[in-house]
């Protein structure tokens, strides 16, 4: 056991158990999974990756490279740092020997997302970030403060001074000021992991309660204050990699927030002062101490305080390597390599700051000579960095430069300058530089030596930097020891780029809460329930949900759809046809508008009248078709395909606004405001006959393409003689609130004639038998109306429309286009699956080897009830001058002979339509 | 599935790179061919050329080899295209990823897994069984999988009714794979570099010299550099080079991200993409999940995106495989991606007698990489477009012979 | 993800701004007139410049007005927003 008495702030009163690699460790709250590791000696966590060398705990926060655990219970979860999880009851992990694993079941923890605006964050609770939190607001502002450590405090260990206190006094006070606040949020175990435009970061909170086991707060913040810290950094010599070798810092750290003594016989190797605290802290919590300082100079105050202590202090000296085999037992010191027997062998060179979010917005770092380190180089609007992870390393400066007026106030503490060490002289093989990726100096020379120059080329040949800590502690050593190699500045090459997030974030924590039907809006028409009451199969349309087919006990969809397709040929029948998109157009020069957008005439339609109509691209393809009602002179209600209409809208809207903002037209969508019931089948002039007894319903006075308004029970309703189906047809629209009111009644009213609901299926093959295509299934932007057999749509008397020119194209005049044409299966029998493509039948029946040319694709497929046999539509090359040739559709491997036709296979004529 | 099986420790099988890959040169005054862009195209390009004999070439590169759109792509190759034209190209391109590490001589980690393209809505069953049947006749392996099947092929895939949009199907083409975009342009420059090609990085074009309608020479960074026929091969920076040249073309380029999660033992046996919801995921060699997204709307040169597209694309993720919910995200970034309105790309002549064209790839770039590099060292060599790329020529937007690959196969990437 | 300062509304998430490429390609006066080229080029060509472009963007999820702007696409920010102009800013689709 390495606990030592008088430090830390764990719970010593409770005890927590968990279990790592099979043991049982006992340990407190506020520990984390590596403190208790390290209180109980606990052996290697695992090996490393290519070499298989033993691998510890390295560092006591998220720069560690090496300590890294998979989580098995209570929940898998995959490589995360021991240093980082804070121990609960029963947590069980183990070492990971590179690869972390999945849960095979799936995560029921729930994750969410808040919206946060303030007009300043600060990311790190530290001495810098806390008082720069303090000073924002005592001036009024809404501060948001987020620190990804569970306390506060960043890495002061309580004991310093400051205003004359402990720091631990002058931390304690900063909070409960914020906490007084009510313009301030202070969030703990938050780390900001994105910096994006415009004070956008985003941060992950790791809740301890509450519903949600993460959540991401998206913060919109008028100033970012980037008070992150810095990281230390190694120095690199031979098996610089066994465990037992750690950040100096990091021991310190364990000390006094867990108090746990990394090691009884320690050896510190520095290049800078910081590292000397951890020496005096550790002897006085009575561990043996040596430094050796690789700086001819010692600094003053540090070399007296040690002599007080009695720790020896070596200047001028390098560890060159180290002994062991689980962990490390001596380190080889100086030249001579002379071996100092030692269980934590302590290293510091110098700090980098933590510039990750500042370089994620595009900020530039600058090398600092005198700090031996990348800086932030050129401010960035909005944006302020402070404290360490400016460069600024020492206490009283951090808080000089967060505090402003009334900054609270350290002493200075003189010293020496680091000194710039990437490594010490020593076998390269045994030079590890990135420990997670067993990638070593010699990696780096062999890189170098293969021609690489960039930093980036000799990462992606190292690997260097690409580990689950993405380069944290190794990154810019990395870039040192290869300008070094290449003998050019650092400054030349510079560092890999920092990209974001700053610390590994869960795959579910970015998903948040959009999962499952909310992961895209389901939307249902004010009918969904009687739908779903007579047991409908739905089919998703775009965000809809649409009632595919109803099914009867003992029914497939074949045999649904052939009954639901029979009763509306020889009945009636309903469908809810709601979710057609719905564009009220309004305005003097709404006449205007709609002749530019489709491609036949629309100001020549007599108020009352309804026509189909076709929009096309400026490419001449089409793009979407519906019908357009003339309610008055200067309004129409354009209706467009389902999954088009938010387009068909924002595309008027473009044209209207960017291209014709002289047309008085206003264009506003009731796709929810009105729901649409078609009733269709020769007795659907009975039916709303029956439902609307004020309206003369005979072909006289209600002729098809025709509209009427009435009211039912006074509510507003409007008929119109519109036909998907071929068959006599009426569609009722009536205010969303009132249609399934609407729906009953059609029922009701219907039940004398057999009023069958059908569904889109029934719908598409009523429509194919007719030969009216659907936009986005028989076309797929590459069909001119033409294409379509819609050439009569197409208005040659205007003199332009949207995508007329297009159809002047050499390419357009191409007899051998593909054109929509029906295919019957010469069997009879065959249903051609949608999507089969069509070649030439060959003499002897048979598909030839690869490749063999194709004609074009089946688009629609159906088995119908009116022709007793299987039909299709498809789009074939020069398909209208092949009427009546018989094709090949390769089915599962055979042919299947098919004969070209005409596209309308009902009812030609119209006659029923029209009656 | 659930444990690494021993011995196979992730980056242990990772190959030996040879002592060297390439020189690093410095401008000649002049060569017959300047090819401008060092990434995969640009360096696949001089291999072929040095392949037909042509070695007095330079491959001149802004930055640093191979870091652009090659560094950036999520290395999916597959060449299971809709139309007649984008089949043939990329077929010849997966026929010669089938034997480039032979001819590299060079570790490439060629992985062919399949790839499963999934159909989520009525429509993308009959699109995906349209390009299904299409690619049979076009000689390219391809099947229609119900969701049991996909299932089969990959387990952790969620083919249940319970999520927003349920799988009905999807297409599999068991030759498609991946492999290490680094080492691919690495071996590549290293044929060429050793076949006296000249590989000059840092040197970014400025601009270029011309006599009526030829180019003589190209103004770069590190000095003018006289060429006899000039390939232009830089992705997303092509708009810049073209309007140096006056020539218009309609490209536009957009950021399109990608992203890593950390090592994990093999869950992830193929590649799967969904155009639905905008994910595309496999699991590279040495274990980490790789995921490209979306393209970003709007014009960029910025080799960044925006992070809701990211937060998008894991909704997505973990809608699609609920075991992905605790990997994590360990790193993001983006490309710049040019692309055209057809989503086909544009290569062929341009009106310089003696300069060709290779740009708007879009999301296809990595996987047409030796075919392209092929196919236009031959256009280069000869000049004259060769067969296999005379469809992707700049005058189809006259005439409107597109070859659209967004409307019917809905699958880029 | 960027504050966009919707010339009617303020600044707002990018996220509720739908993008129109670039502005100020009218509609030709008489496409019937065009040559096939130059029809071409009106359908399928836009700019594509490294630096600064004038663009056009709509406020979709806010008050769907469609504005134009200039911004940078080397650093993806924008420069300025106003208005459109009087008329032809340039439908495309």
């Known amino acids: ?915 | 599935m659930s444990t690494a099986s021993p011995g196979t420790a992730p980056g242990a099988a990772l190959p030996e790179h040879p002592d060297a890959l390439w020189r690093d040169a410095a401008p000649k005054r002049s060569y017959d061919v300047v090819i401008v862009g060092g990434g995969g195209h640009g360096l696949a390009t001089a291999h072929y050329l040095a392949k037909l004999g042509i070695t007095d070439v330079a491959v001149v590169e802004k930055g640093w080899l191979a870091g652009g759109n090659m560094a950036r792509n999520t290395t999916l190759i597959r060449s299971n295209y809709l139309w007649d034209e984008s089949a043939g190209i990329y077929e010849h391109a997966l026929k010669l990823w089938e034997g480039l590490e032979e001819d590299l001589g060079y570790p490439i980690l060629f992985s062919q897994r399949g790839v499963l393209n999934l159909a989520h809505t009525e429509q993308d069953v009959r699109d995906s069984v349209r390009r299904v049947e299409a690619n049979k006749l076009n000689g390219i392996d391809a099947e229609w999988l119900d969701p049991d099947e996909v299932a089969k092929v990959c387990p952790i895939v969620n083919v249940s009714d319970d999520i927003r949009y349920p799988v009905q199907g999807a297409t599999f083409q068991p030759r498609a794979g991946i492999a290490k975009h680094d080492y691919v342009a690495w071996g590549f420059a290293r044929r060429a570099s050793d076949a006296g090609v000249d590989i000059i990085q840092d040197c970014e074009v400025t601009g270029f010299v011309t006599e009526g309608d030829r180019v003589t020479g190209v103004r770069t960074t590190r000095g003018d550099i006289g060429c006899g026929t000039v390939a232009l091969c830089a992705a997303g920076h092509t708009s810049v080079l073209l309007d140096m040249l006056g020539v218009p073309a309609p490209l536009q380029s957009h950021p399109l991200q990608a992203l890593v999660s950390e090592l994990l033992e093999p869950v992830h046996p193929t590649i799967v993409m969904s155009n639905a919801v905008h994910v595309y995921v496999s699991q590279a060699h040495k274990g980490e999940l790789v995921m490209g997204a979306g393209v970003d709307t709007y014009n960029g040169y910025g080799q960044r995106g925006a992070f809701h597209i990211i937060e998008r694309q894991m909704a997505a993720a973990v809608e699609l495989f609920p075991v992905f919910a605790r990997a994590h995200l360990l790193r993001s970034w983006a490309g710049v991606v040019d692309v055209t309105p057809d989503a086909s790309p544009i290569v062929g002549r341009t009106p310089y007698d003696n300069v060709f064209l290779n740009c708007g790839w879009g999301t296809g770039g990595f996987k047409a990489t030796p075919g392209i590099g092929w196919a236009f060292a031959d256009t280069v060599a000869h000049g004259r477009p060769h067969p296999l790329i005379a469809p992707f020529g700049l005058d189809r937007f006259v005439t409107g012979a597109l070859v659209d690959e967004h409307g019917a196969a809905a699958v880029a990437h | 993800m960027q504050l966009i300062a919707c010339p009617w509304c303020g600044p707002r998430e990018e996220l509720e701004f739908s993008y129109g490429g670039q502005a100020h390609v009218a509609y030709p006066s008489d496409p019937a007139a065009l040559t096939d080229e130059q029809w071409a080029r009106f359908v399928f060509f836009r700019d594509n410049p490294k630096g600064p472009f004038a663009e056009r963007w709509a406020h979709s999820a806010g008050c769907r007005r469609w504005f134009t702007a200039v911004r940078d696409t080397r650093t993806h920010r924008f420069l300025s927003v106003g208005p459109l102009a009087a008329s032809g800013s340039g439908a495309t689709s």
């Open chain 1, 1 to 915: 056991m390495s606990r030592v008495e008088g430090y830390g702030r764990v719970d010593r009163g409770r005890t927590v158990t968990v279990t790592v690699d099979g043991t049982a460790y006992t340990g407190h709250p506020g520990d984390t999974l590596a403190s208790v590791l390290l209180a109980h000696d606990a052996r290697p966590l695992d090996t490393s990756i290519k070499y298989g060398r033993p691998r510890g705990i390295g560092a006591a926060w998220v720069e560690d490279p090496t300590g890294l655990v998979q989580i098995e219970e209570p929940f898998p979860e995959p490589m995360v740092l021991a240093s980082t999880v804070e121990i609960t009851d029963g947590l069980v992990a183990r070492g990971v020997d590179g690869q972390g694993r999945l849960s095979q079941v799936a995560d029921v923890a729930r994750y969410d997302h808040r919206h946060v605006h303030c007009d300043v964050l600060v990311v790190g609770a530290g001495p810098a970030g806390l008082t720069a939190a303090r000073r924002a607001a005592r001036e009024g502002l809404d501060v948001v403060l987020v620190d990804d450590r569970p306390e506060p405090g960043g890495t002061l260990t309580g004991t310093e001074t400051i205003d004359g206190r402990p720091s631990r006094e002058f931390v304690a006070d900063v909070v409960a000021e914020l906490a007084a606040l009510p313009t301030v949020t202070h969030l703990q175990r938050t780390t900001a992991f994105g910096h994006h435009d415009d004070g956008l970061v985003l941060a992950l909170e790791r809740r301890t309660r509450g519903a949600s086991r993460q959540r991401v707060h998206r913060i919109r913040a008028a100033r970012v204050v980037i008070a992150a810290g810095a990281i230390e950094r190694p120095i690199v010599f031979e098996d610089d990699d066994r465990p037992g070798v750690m950040l100096a810092a990091s021991a310190r750290d364990f000390l006094h927030r867990h108090g746990v003594l990394a090691g009884r016989e320690v050896v510190v190797c520095t290049s800078d002062d910081a590292a000397y605290a951890a020496a005096v802290d550790l002897l006085d919590a009575a561990a043996a101490v040596r430094v050796l300082d690789a700086r001819s100079r010692v600094p003053e105050v540090w070399a007296r305080r040690c002599a007080e202590r009695g720790i020896e202090v070596s200047a001028g000296t390098q560890v060159r390597g180290t002994r062991g085999d689980d962990r490390v037992t001596a380190a080889l010191v100086g030249e001579e390599r002379h071996e100092v027997p030692c269980d934590l062998l302590l290293v510091s060179g110098g700090w980098n700051p933590t510039v990750h979010l500042f370089t994620h917005v595009g900020g530039r770092l600058t090398w600092d000579p005198a700090l031996g380190a990348f800086r932030p180089g050129t401010p960035l609007p909005g944006v302020e960095v402070v404290g360490a992870a400016d460069g600024v390393f020492d206490l009283a400066g951090c808080l000089r430069q967060a505090g402003g007026p009334d900054a609270p106030h350290a002493d200075e503490e003189p010293g020496e300058p680091t000194m710039v060490l990437w490594r010490t002289a020593g076998d390269p093989a045994r030079q590890f530089v990135d420990l997670q990726r067993d990638a070593t100096v010699a990696d780096i020379a062999r890189a170098v030596g293969a021609g690489m120059r960039s930093v980036e080329h000799v990462k992606r040949y190292t690997t260097i930097g690409t580990a689950h800590d993405q380069g944290k502690t190794s990154g810019i050593v990395a870039s040192g020891i290869t300008a070094e190699l290449l003998g050019r500045p650092i400054e030349d090459l510079g560092t890999t780029t920092f990209r974001p997030p700053y610390t590994p974030v869960a795959f579910a924590a970015l998903a948040g809460r959009a999962r499952g039907d909310l992961y895209d809006p389901v939307r249902t028409t004010p009918i969904h329930d009687r739908h779903v009451a007579a047991g409908a199969e739905f089919e998703d349309v775009g965000q809809w949900k649409r009632a595919r087919h109803y099914p009867r006990v003992g029914e497939d969809m074949t045999a649904a759809v052939l009954r639901e397709c029979a009763a509306v040929r020889t009945s009636v029948g309903v469908m809810d046809g709601s979710t057609l998109g719905k564009i009220d157009v309004r305005g003097p020069d709404a006449a205007v508008l709609l002749d530019r957008l489709y491609t036949n005439v629309m100001s020549s339609l007599k108020v009352g009248r309804v026509r189909y109509g076709v929009m096309c691209g400026n490419d001449g393809m089409v793009l979407d078709d519906g019908t357009v009602l003339r309610l008055a002179d200067d309004r129409f209600l354009v209706t467009t395909t389902t999954g088009n209409a938010a387009a068909v809208l924002d595309r008027m809207e473009e044209w209207l606004q960017t291209e014709w903002p002289d047309l008085r037209v206003r264009l506003t969508s009731v796709t929810e405001q009105l729901a649409i019931v078609a009733v269709a089948g020769p007795r659907s002039r009975d039916v709303v006959g029956a439902v609307f007894a004020d309206v003369d319903v005979t072909n006289e006075a209600f002729g098809f393409m025709s509209w009427q308004d009435t009211a039912l029970d006074g509510v507003p309703v409007r008929l119109a003689r519109i036909s998907f189906s071929g068959e006599l047809a009426f569609e009722v629209s009536v205010g969303s609130w009132y249609a399934a009111a609407v729906w009953d009644r059609l029922l009701e009213a219907g039940r004398p004639y057999g009023i069958t609901p059908y569904g889109t299926e029934t719908m598409h093959v009523l429509r194919a038998e007719k030969g009216y295509p659907i936009i986005g299934q028989d076309t797929d932007g590459t069909v001119t109306p033409h294409d379509l057999g819609l050439g009569w749509a197409v208005s040659r008397k205007k003199p332009d429309f949207l995508g007329k020119r297009s159809f002047a194209r050499p390419q357009n005049q191409d007899p051998r286009r593909k054109q929509l044409v029906s295919l019957l299966p010469v069997d009879a029998a065959t249903k051609l699956p949608e999507g089969s493509q069509i070649v030439d039948l060959a003499e002897d029946g048979r598909l030839p080897a690869p490749p063999v040319p194709m004609l074009g694709h089946v688009t629609s497929s159906y088995h119908s009830a009116a022709l007793a046999r299987p039909f299709a539509l498809a789009l074939v090359k020069g398909g209208r001058e092949r009427i009546g040739e018989v094709v090949g559709v390769p089915v599962a491997g055979e042919l299947v002979a098919a004969q070209i036709g005409d596209t309308v296979l009902v009812d030609p004529e119209g006659a029923r339509r029209d009656g």
